[in-house]
């Protein structure tokens, strides 16, 4: 089934585009009986909702230099697989993408994040695999250099962000970081934040306090953070600065599976 939403809050990331349908008589040959897709140019893939389960399938998409229709791997931009069934970045290698900087794989069935798999997208800025059930980041040196955009919203079960020092290393322009509802509990969680210097803003709840993590409710939450990111310019939507909104004093969870508003 596939699961709504995708992106974060105020973020960039690959949108839900609409108007997208079936499109079989734009597949590739012998393709006819694969997930449809929507080729907005040949900078822009879009194929979500479709029932993918493997980014193997994305070679079968492959078109050839200057074929009609399909996927162009030295030229696209932006891929959005939003709500499919992909359960690891194996298959993420078999086609070289130089241009890339744009990937949505949120709402999917990630557990692990191997940023290894991500070596063959050297420009890639912006990265979004919110709303998956990812328990553990790998390989964190790995991550693209190029990354300015990390969104990890609604994976309840991560909790441990230690990698995040391996990433601030291999991640020099850092700037934007989506944690909501990541099973930060306790202060101490937050304390590899403190190593991502280049970080201007940072996510761990909604403006309106939902997808929150337990830590946000602990009395000085907001001041802490600022303390150990001083470099942050926007915490949860709100400006340093600034005082936040007033949040009701209970806040109804969201479903876990759809993707932050």
């Given at each position: 089934a596939g699961r709504a939403g995708g992106g974060g809050e105020g973020g960039a990331g690959v949108g839900a585009v609409a108007g997208v349908a079936a499109a079989a008589s734009l597949a590739p040959d012998g393709a006819r009986d694969a997930p449809a897709f929507a080729l907005r140019s040949r900078g822009e893939f879009d194929m979500f909702n479709a029932g993918v389960t493997s980014l193997s399938q994305l070679t079968q998409y492959a078109a050839?230099?200057?074929?009609?229709?399909?996927l162009h791997?030295?030229?696209v931009k932006r891929i959005n697989l939003h709500s499919n069934a992909i359960a690891s970045l194996d298959g993420l290698?078999?086609?070289?993408?130089?241009?890339?900087?744009e990937l949505n794989l949120s709402s999917n069935l990630l557990r692990e994040l191997d940023c290894a798999a991500l070596a063959s997208l050297p420009g890639l800025a912006s990265l979004d695999v919110a709303a998956n059930d990812i328990v553990a980041v790998s390989n964190a040196r790995a991550m693209p250099a190029a990354l300015t955009t990390l969104r990890l919203a609604l994976n309840g079960s991560l909790g441990d962000i230690a990698w995040l020092r391996d990433v601030a290393d291999a991640c020099p322009a850092l700037a934007a970081l989506d944690l909501r509802d990541c099973g930060l509990v306790a202060p101490q969680d937050l304390a590899p934040l403190a190593a991502v210097r280049s970080l201007r803003e940072l996510?761990?709840?909604?403006r309106d306090g939902s997808c929150s993590n337990g830590v946000c409710g602990i009395d000085g939450y907001r001041a802490a953070v600022l303390r150990?990111?001083?470099g942050?310019?926007?915490l949860d939507g709100t400006p340093r600065g600034e005082q936040p909104p007033a949040l009701p004093?209970?806040?109804r969870s969201p479903?876990?599976?759809p993707s932050p508003p």
């Open positions: 050839s230099e200057g074929g009609a229709g399909g791997p030295a030229a290698g078999g086609l070289a993408m130089p241009a890339l900087t996510q761990l709840q909604s150990l990111c001083p942050v310019a926007v004093t209970a806040t479903p876990r599976r």
